[in-house]
Structures are given as C-alpha cells and as structure tokens.
C-alpha cells in the first residue's frame, strides 16, 4: 500500500505547534543518523578486514584459488563486504524486531549466492538441512511417506507418489496434489529440497498441508503425523506368464541390495520377462544406479558417460559378467528423472527394453556434495551426463516406444493401472516373437 497516496486531510493540516515539534524531531533524526553513520563507518571498516581475512583463509583452506577483496572483480570484494555490513547494520538498527537470527542470516546469505546461479539443483545445506538430506540419501527419514516433485509447468511442488500404508496415505493425499502451504506458509519460489525440509520433522509431531487437487478442483487442508520411514525403494511381483514385475522408487544407498534381493526371489521360479517400474521415480545416486544396470547390461557397455565444463569425460562401464537376457518392458512418467532417465536411457539405446508410459522428466545434470567442513555442505552441478548414444536429454527427456497417459479416474475408481497393463500387452507381444 502507497501510504502517501492514502493520507486525510486531517493528517495535511497541522497547526504551528506540531510543525515546530516536528522540526525539532527533524534536527534531532539528523544529529542520530550523523552519529549512526560514524559508528557505522568505523563498523564497515572492521567488518571489511575481518570478511578480507575470512575470504582470503577461505581460498587457502578450501584450495578455491584467490578470493578478491580489493578489485571488486570477485563476489567478495570490499564494495561487497561494505554493502553486507550496511545491510546488516540497518537490520539490526531499523528492522521492527529487535530478536534476529545471526545464523540465519548468515545461512541466507550463502543460500543466496547458490540461488544466484538460476540452477535449483545447486544449494546450500545448513547443518539442519544436510542431516535431512543424508537421512534421504540413506533411506530413511521421519516424514509422511510421500514424494515431491517440483512442476516446472507451474513452478510449484506436486506429491509424486504416496507410498502404502504411510501417514500419507492414512491422511487422503493422493498423486498429482500441487502443494502450496506448508504449516500456512506458501512454498511459492521454494526448491523442492526446501518444501521437503519443511515437510519432515521430528517423529510424532505434525505438519499442516495445503493441497490444490485439480482433479476435483478443490482446496484440500489436512494434518499429518510424522512417523518414522523406512523406505521400500523396491518392491516386485510375479504377474502371469512368467512376467516379473519390479519397482523401484528412487536409487538410495539402499536400493542396490534390494533390487537384487527382489530379482533373487523373481528368478527363483521361471522368469520369462522383466517389467521395470520407474514411475515417479526421482532420481538419486549415479553410483547405485550404474551398479544395477551392471546387473542388465553386457560388460564391457558404457552406462552413462558424463562431461564437466572443461570437456573432461568419465565413462561409467559395466564390469559385471552377468546379463540379463530377457525381454525388458520399462514403465515413465514425467516424473522420472536424473538416475531412473539413465537407467531407461541405457536400456534403450542398446535396445534391451521397450519404453511404455510418457516422456521423462529431463534432468541431465549431475550434481557432488561439497563437505565444508563445519556440519554444512553445499550440493553444486558439476557435469552433464549423456546416454551410450551421446544424447544429452536435459529438458527434454526421453520419449517412450509406446506413449500412454495415465487414467487417473480409473485408478482413484478401481485402482486399475492402464499404463501397467499396456506394458504387460507389449511384454506378451515381446514373448511371443
């Protein structure tokens, strides 16, 4: 609101003596800020050698290379380190709360500067959010048994999947659910690391949800608990005519062992083909799923090779001597991303399977964590990553052989799973050639 544009003509008209309180209110605001900036000043000046040796320490004790702090070359010049402490003083000296965060802020600050990069998949993890983020890479977290994934369309997080018998479920939220509050504030602009951070949380506490379910076009508010997820990254089944079936929900440190606990118990009776479900499966370690496409791919085959800035390539091969050799059907969606594109990717370049469902996500980046060595991290994009084929498929994904929406109707009315069935048809066409 412009409150000059919305002043009464009372507050106009003023008599001779409060305009001359208001002088003297005047001369006293001037004398207060002369004396603020003085302090100020010699408060830049001492602020700006401590953040000069900081920075220069920094290039020293990370091997970053020089870090500027005179040229204003680099981010952290001096003109940069002045202009954070002006900020920061006019915070601690105007801000209409006298209780600020120090540590917040200065997470915000490197959280920022990741920010800068227009890259959602390089950030910053406080100490709070790199526990989150190992917990998920192991497997195991306290949540409420759901996937996000972020919606480029709309720029908002949308429940992927919502795993069996989790508070998730319990509670009604259903696939394809935009998010847009968590705990009645919005997630608007947030990454999808952030939404999920906020989401999960100590064990038997709650979260508030605010769901946009377009299907009905509603507005959904539910409560859920947090409990304890130990997740099923994998889970399989014996269909008719020998078909196994087998899902896997993303590659954590957990996945390999029981991807090949699954296959072991689906060979124990004849196996006459493979469905591999990578429906919403977002991604995860590029060394847990190269490891598993060792257990389908002929040794000696490039899996996935990847290409830094530099033009730097490293192939990541199959040193296995086993090979899977059955028909493969693999099942996509649009959310299939990052480890599940290369997995689909390798499978089909070397036509070992056929691809049902809808075109994949598009993520073909890799990204390294960074331990800086303080209970902080920062995850950055490092290379881009291509198929044996050489195609790089960053935003625009991978096309499936045979394309098939999703029902969604029907799978709310009888849990029927058209996507599913038509793999299982072009299965029975594989077998039958």
Known sequence: MDFNNNMTEETKTEDVSTAAAANEEIIRNKENEKKLRRRFVSGVLIGAMCMAFVC????????????????????????TAIKIRKLESLIDSCYYKTEVD???????????LLSSLDDPYSVYYSQEDLKVFENDTEGIYFG?????????????????????????EE????????????????????????????????????????LERESQKETVEV??????????????????????????????DVTY??????????????????????????????????????????KGNTIVYTVDR???????????????????VVLTNGYSASASEILAGAL?????????????????????????????????TVSSYYTPNGNNIHGIGIEPDVEIEFDAEAYAEDKSDNQLDKAVEVMKDLLDK
């Not at 220069?56 to 003109?79: H, K, Q, W, Y």
């Not at 409560?223 to 078909?243: C, N």
């Open 171 to 210: 509670a009604g939220i259903q696939a394809d659910d935009i998010i847009t509050e968590v705990n009645k504030e919005s997630v608007q602009g947030l990454t999808t690391e952030e939404v999920v951070s906020k989401i999960k949380g100590e064990e038997g506490t709650t979260v508030h949800l605010t």
């Open 102 to 112: 120090k540590e917040k802020e200065r997470d915000g600050l490197y959280k920022g």
């Open 56 to 79: 220069a320490a920094l290039g020293i004790v990370l091997n970053l290379g020089p870090i500027g702090v005179d040229t204003g070359s680099e981010v952290m010049s001096t003109e």
């Open 223 to 252: 409560d859920v608990y947090r409990k304890k997820i130990e997740v099923p990254t994998v889970e399989a089944k014996k269909l008719d005519d020998g078909i196994g079936y087998i899902q896997i929900t993303e590659f954590d």
């Open 144 to 168: 409420i048994g759901a996937y996000v994934s972020m919606d480029n369309t709309i720029n908002m997080p949308r429940i992927s999947k919502v795993m069996p018998g989790t508070p998730a």
């Open 310 to 328: 530099d033009g730097n390539r490293v192939d990541y091969t199959c040193e296995n001597d086993a090979k899977l050799d059955i028909p493969i």
């Open 257 to 298: 062992n029981q991807f090949v606990e699954r296959m072991a118990e689906l060979k124990s009776d004849e196996l006459n083909g493979l469905i591999i479900d990578l429906r919403s499966n977002p991604g995860g370690n590029l060394k847990i799923v190269c490891d598993i496409a060792d257990q389908i791919i002929a």
């Open 348 to 380: 089909k370049d070397y036509g070992l399977a056929k691809l049902v469902g809808t075109t994949t996500f598009g993520k073909g980046i890799v990204q390294s964590v960074y331990d800086l060595n303080d209970g902080t991290a920062v995850k950055l």
